[in-house]
T-cell receptor
Framework: DTEVTQTPKHLVMGMTNKKSLKCEQH?????MYWYKQKAKKPPELMFV???????INESVPSRFSPECPNSSLLNLHLHALQPEDSALYLC??????????????FGPGTRLTVL | DAKTTQPPSMDCAEGRAANLPCNHS???????VYWYRQIHSQGPQYIIH???NNETNEMASLIITEDRKSSTLILPHATLRDTAVYYC?????????????FGGGTRLMVKP
């Protein structure tokens, strides 16, 4: 199984809502990532988890709160978002080992619209 | 990781070879060249990577110049399903977090 799944596929939320994005993989990967992609732009890294611990936060606002409850799951909790946060949110996974080729496998993304 | 420069868009006729260039003139000795592509409404997908030798797999070939300052991704017989944004990424395999830093990419349109 080389698939990364993301739910929901689409999400519309108001600025006062709290919602969560979910990502799951069963490839035994111990590194998981969140990327944000605005329309017609490349993906931008938000967070990296390695062995279920947050290792990189690319100065993301606190209204985005990641969580890695176990080695297969990655969540992104959303609260008090702004319309400019509307984007495609991509999850990816890989092995975390340095010095080797570690292909990242991406999910299809959650398309988020903030009203 | 070194920065890359790619043409923003290219067209290719179906069945012909698609040659996608990438400039990475500031690449350092331990950095690899990676290619990913993103088909519309999907997540990016790994294609191929290389250090200094030319590489080939079932999807594509990667040609890296001898000075490593540029490379070309070759899709030997492009199909309509190869229409996508192709990202050239230079990556140090020892970077913290195994991060990928995406540049602007090339939007390849394969036409019948």
């Amino acid at each position: 199984d080389t698939e990364v799944t993301q739910t929901p596929k689409h999400l519309v939320m108001g600025m006062t809502n709290k919602k969560s994005l979910k990502c799951e993989q069963h490839m035994g990967h111990r590194a998981m990532y969140w990327y944000k992609q605005k329309a017609k732009k490349p993906p931008e890294l938000m967070f990296v988890y390695s062995y279920e611990k947050l290792s990189i936060n690319e100065s993301v606002p606190s209204r985005f709160s990641p969580e890695c409850p176990n080695s297969s799951l990655l969540n992104l909790h959303l609260h008090a978002l702004q319309p400019e946060d509307s984007a495609l949110y991509l999850c990816a996974s890989s092995q975390p080992r340095r010095g080797t080729h570690n292909e990242q496998f991406f999910g299809p993304g959650t398309r988020l619209t903030v009203l | 990781d070194a920065k890359t420069t790619q043409p923003p868009s290219m067209d290719c006729a179906e069945g012909r070879a698609a040659n996608l260039p990438c400039n990475h003139s500031t690449i350092s000795g331990n950095e690899y060249v990676y290619w990913y592509r993103q088909i519309h409404s999907q997540g990016p997908q790994y294609i191929i990577h290389g250090l200094k030798n030319n590489e080939t797999n079932e999807m594509a070939s990667l040609i890296i110049t001898e000075d490593r300052k540029s490379s070309t991704l070759i899709l030997p017989h492009a199909t309509l399903r190869d229409t996508a944004v192709y990202y050239c990424i230079v990556r140090n395999p020892n970077n913290a977090g195994n991060m990928l830093t995406f540049g602007g990419g090339t939007r390849l349109m394969v036409k019948p």
